[in-house]
């Protein structure tokens, strides 16, 4: 099974631009839908947004004029990056393959 | 606002059956809604366990199942296992854009 790993740094100052990287092991397919999702500390799952290397995206309304992800075939790689950050953006972020395979997830703290 | 509701919390014994409900404030939950089901643990990223309401990823144990349930997408766990406590989440699709519901936290006792 494919294995994903997030990485990114693990600190943002408030009204700074969080940036994740997530590693694939597998080759990126053009019909593969790549999600991010969240999970505050003690909360539940929030869905965040995806995007398929064939070009097709879609995001969650109330996240989707701070947010961008983007698909690079060549590194095998997903990307995610959320501007305008505030202590709300605090959580576990998952890198998600057709909602099957989650990576581990890595916890983003906004705080200065 | 769209909001998914699931039951915050379930008890069911041993071996016993217990359903679990996913509802939308939209309205009945059809195949349209493309219903999922994850199980996440403490401290650990979620399980996928159902997608498009009743198919099974090759890990999903037999005992789990998706159906529609009376306007909802359902998680059925029939002879549940002690290992099966813990946070299930189900997730709709609103037309592109994904809801998780609250989740459910089962605890088998």
């Known amino acids: 099974q494919v294995q994903l790993q997030e990485s990114g740094p693990g600190l943002v100052n408030p009204s700074g631009t969080l940036s994740l990287t997530c590693a694939v092991s597998d080759s990126i397919n053009n019909n593969d839908w790549w999600s991010w999702i969240r999970q505050p500390p003690g909360k539940g799952l929030e869905w965040i947004g995806e995007?398929?290397?064939?070009?097709?995206?879609n995001f969650n309304p109330s996240l989707k004029s701070r947010v961008t992800i983007s698909v690079d075939k060549s590194k095998n790689q997903i990307s995610l990056s959320l501007n305008s950050v505030t202590a709300a953006d605090t959580a576990i972020y998952y890198c998600?393959?057709?909602?099957?395979?989650w990576g581990q997830g890595t916890l983003v703290t906004v705080s200065s | 606002q769209t909001v998914v509701t699931q039951e915050p919390s379930l008890t069911v014994s041993p071996g016993g059956t217990v359903t679990l409900t996913c509802a939308s404030n939209?309205?009945?939950?059809?195949?349209?809604?493309?219903p999922h089901w994850f199980q996440q643990k403490p401290g650990q990223a979620p399980r996928a366990l159902i997608y498009?309401?009743?198919n099974k990823f090759s890990w999903t144990p037999a005992r789990f199942s998706g159906s529609l349930l009376g306007g909802k997408a359902a998680l059925t766990l029939s002879g549940v296992q002690p290992e099966d406590e813990a946070e299930y989440y189900c997730l709709l699709s609103y037309g592109g854009a994904w809801v998780f519901g609250g989740g459910t936290k089962l605890t088998v006792l």
């Open positions: 998600v393959k057709n909602f099957g395979a």
């Open positions: 939209t309205g009945a939950v059809t195949s349209g809604y493309n």
């Open positions: 498009s309401t009743s």
């Open positions: 995007m398929s290397h064939g070009g097709g995206m």
